[in-house]
C-alpha cells in the first residue's frame, strides 16, 4: 500500500512443464467505484472467450482425465485498465504486447496414465506485435430462483500492428422457474469481426462453456453463434438437469449458410446454484464420443 488510495502489486510464476517465467508488476488507484490500474507483463494468456481455462476447476478436470478447455499464447508488454467490482461493470484496457506461440509440453494426467489419451494439442499462435483497445460489459438481474433472472454480456476488441482487425460478442443467458418443480435455462450468443483476425484471437466452440459433448475448438473462426438449452429440477443444494447445446464457428462469410453446426446432449447436476457441477454429455454432430466433465461456477 502506497497510500492516496495506490497500491503497487507484483508477481512471479512459473511452469515445471515448460520452465518459462511469468512475470507482472502494475501499480493501481482505486475510488471506491473504479478502480485503474498501469502495468507491465510477460504471461500466458488464454485464448478462449468462455470460461476460465486457469481456474481450479479447469485443473481439477485436466488433473482427472485430460479434458483442458484451454487454448494459449503468450505475450509480453504493457496495459492499461480500468474496472468496476458491481454488476453492471464496465471494463476497459489498453494494451502494447508482443504475442508468441506457447507449446504443450506435458500430458500429466491420472487418464494418461491408466493409458488414455493425452491432452488435445494447443493452437499455434501466430507471432504478432498488437497496439488495441477492449471492453466489456456485464450485468445481471433478478435473485429469486423461481422467477426470471438474467445475465449479459458484451465485448469488443481492436488492434493494429501485424494484423489489422476489431471483433465483438454479445450473450444473453435468462433462467425463469417452470412450475411448481421445474426450471430451465437459455443462452443465447453470436459474435463477428472485421479485417484480419489472427489465429489467438479466433472464437473456438466445444467443451463445457461452449457445446458440450463436443472437444474444446471443435470449430473455430472469425464468426460464430450458439444456443444452450437446459431443463432441471431443484432439490435442496442440487440440481440435475438435461441439456442440449448446438453452434457454429467458422469464416464470417459463411455465417448465413452455416448448416452443419455443431452439437451435444447430456445430463448433469450441479450443487449449490452451479457453484461445482458434473456432467456427461454424448456429441451429436461431428463427433459421437461421451465426455465426462467435473468443473465450477457453472451457469445452471
Do not use: C, M
Not at 89 to 98: D, K, S
Not at 236 to 247: C, M, Q
Amino acid at each position: 500500500t502506497l497510500g492516496s488510495g495506490y497500491t503497487a502489486n507484483a508477481s512471479a510464476r512459473i511452469g515445471l512443464a515448460d520452465w518459462i517465467p511469468n512475470v507482472e508488476a502494475h501499480i493501481q488507484r482505486s475510488n471506491g467505484d473504479r478502480t485503474y490500474s498501469l502495468g507491465a507483463y510477460h504471461r500466458l494468456n488464454s485464448a478462449n472467450d468462455w470460461g476460465d481455462p486457469l481456474s481450479v476447476g479447469s485443473s481439477i478436470s485436466s488433473l482427472l482425465w485430460a479434458h483442458d478447455e484451454g487454448f494459449y499464447f503468450r505475450s509480453a508488454g504493457a496495459e492499461l485498465t480500468s474496472t468496476t467490482p458491481r454488476n453492471g461493470a464496465f471494463t476497459w484496457r489498453l494494451f502494447a504486447e508482443r504475442q508468441d506461440d506457447a507449446e504443450k509440453h506435458t500430458n500429466l494426467s491420472l487418464w494418461h496414465a491408466l493409458g488414455g489419451a493425452g491432452f488435445i494439442p494447443n493452437i499455434r499462435a501466430e507471432d504478432a506485435t498488437a497496439f488495441g483497445a477492449s471492453a466489456q460489459y456485464h450485468d445481471a438481474f433478478g435473485l429469486d430462483p423461481k422467477r426470471l433472472r438474467g445475465t449479459l454480456d458484451v465485448r469488443g476488441e481492436g488492434a493494429t500492428g501485424t494484423f489489422d482487425y476489431a471483433r465483438a460478442s454479445a450473450e444473453a443467458t435468462v433462467t425463469h422457474g417452470l412450475g411448481a418443480k421445474l426450471d430451465g435455462a437459455l443462452t443465447a450468443s453470436l459474435g463477428s469481426s472485421v479485417g484480419t483476425v489472427p489465429v489467438q484471437r479466433a472464437w473456438f466452440l466445444g467443451g463445457v462453456a461452449t457445446v458440450r459433448g463436443q472437444e474444446p475448438g471443435t470449430q473455430a473462426g472469425d464468426g460464430y453463434w450458439l444456443g444452450r438449452a437446459e431443463i432441471g429440477r431443484t432439490f435442496e443444494g442440487f440440481r440435475p438437469t438435461i441439456f442440449y447445446d448446438v453452434g457454429w464457428a467458422g469464416d464470417r462469410r459463411d455465417f448465413a449458410g452455416s448448416v452443419r453446426p455443431i452439437s451435444g446432449a447430456g445430463i448433469g447436476v450441479s450443487a449449490l446454484d452451479g457453484l461445482v457441477r458434473f456432467d456427461i454429455a454424448h456429441g451429436i454432430n461431428p463427433n459421437h464420443a461421451l465426455r465426462a466433465d467435473l468443473y465450477t461456477s457453472a451457469r445452471f
